[in-house]
């Protein structure tokens, strides 16, 4: 079936250092991707996606490029806050075989100041 | 407009006690799917409905656990007869009609967090 693989957490960053937060899929069809992010104590909430192979998803200042040939979806950001601290969730939804989404299992990232 | 709410937050219930757990989608959004997330783990898939309708449990474990989506009022995910492994926070979301089953975007509430005694 469907799966999607985050690298393990969590991440200890600096404030102003540079994120990378690896995923990659499997999927048999043909996915969107979505990254998730939910802060301590509440829901998730979409942080960026993209819909095709090359799209590139943005957002407060984090991106992540829909890469086909390597199945994967990472995520970046330049410079990282505190306010970044969070868990991470990349996440598929491949909506000729249904409506739900699989999820990664979460990165935890942790930014000091 | 009003988010995804779920209600309790927190519920704690002895083996054996049933555990019900609402969600009450954002207004206009008649797609609810929910969620279970493990500790450590990632969120798992459990159950996807429309107004009383069940559209896929594939996620549902086979035995104690049922979800509904009357016609008026929250969806209820009621898990009866608990054991120490249901302990776990419990997410719902929601889609509008057409748009969030193509697109994959969901909108989810704050979790119902239960812990089995």
């Known amino acids: 079936g469907d799966s999607v693989t985050q690298m393990e957490g969590p991440v200890t960053l600096s404030e102003e250092a540079f994120l990378t937060i690896n995923c990659t899929y499997t999927?048999?069809?043909?996915?969107?991707l979505f990254w998730y992010v939910q802060y301590p104590g509440e829901g998730l909430q979409l942080l960026l996606k993209?819909?095709?192979a090359d799209d590139k998803g943005s957002n407060k200042g984090f991106e992540a490029t829909y890469r086909k040939e390597t199945t994967s979806f990472h995520l970046e950001k330049g410079s990282v806050q505190v306010s970044d601290s969070a868990v991470y969730f990349c996440?598929?939804?491949?909506w000729g075989r249904g409506n739900k989404l699989v999820f990664g299992a979460g990165t935890i990232l942790r930014v000091k100041s | 407009n009003a988010g995804v709410m779920q209600n309790p937050r927190h519920l704690v219930r002895r083996r054996g006690q049933e555990a019900r757990l609402r969600c009450s989608p954002m207004?206009?959004?008649?797609?609810v799917y929910w969620y279970r997330q493990l500790p450590e783990e990632g969120l798992k898939f459990m159950v996807y409905?429309?107004?009383?309708?069940?559209?896929?449990e594939s996620g549902m474990p086979k035995e104690r656990f049922s979800a509904e989506f009357p016609k008026e009022g929250p969806s209820i995910l009621r898990i009866q007869q608990v054991v120490r492994g249901d302990s776990a926070a419990y997410f719902c979301?929601?889609?509008?009609?057409?748009?969030?089953?193509?697109?994959?975007?969901?909108?989810f509430g704050e979790g119902s967090r239960l812990t089995v005694l």
């Open positions: 207004k206009g959004h008649s797609h």
């Open positions: 409905l429309q107004k009383e309708n069940i559209i896929d």
């Open positions: 979301a929601s889609s509008p009609p057409s748009t969030g089953s193509r697109t994959g975007e969901l909108f």
């Open positions: 993209a819909t095709k």
């Open positions: 999927a048999t069809g043909y996915p969107s």
């Open positions: 996440a598929l939804s491949d």
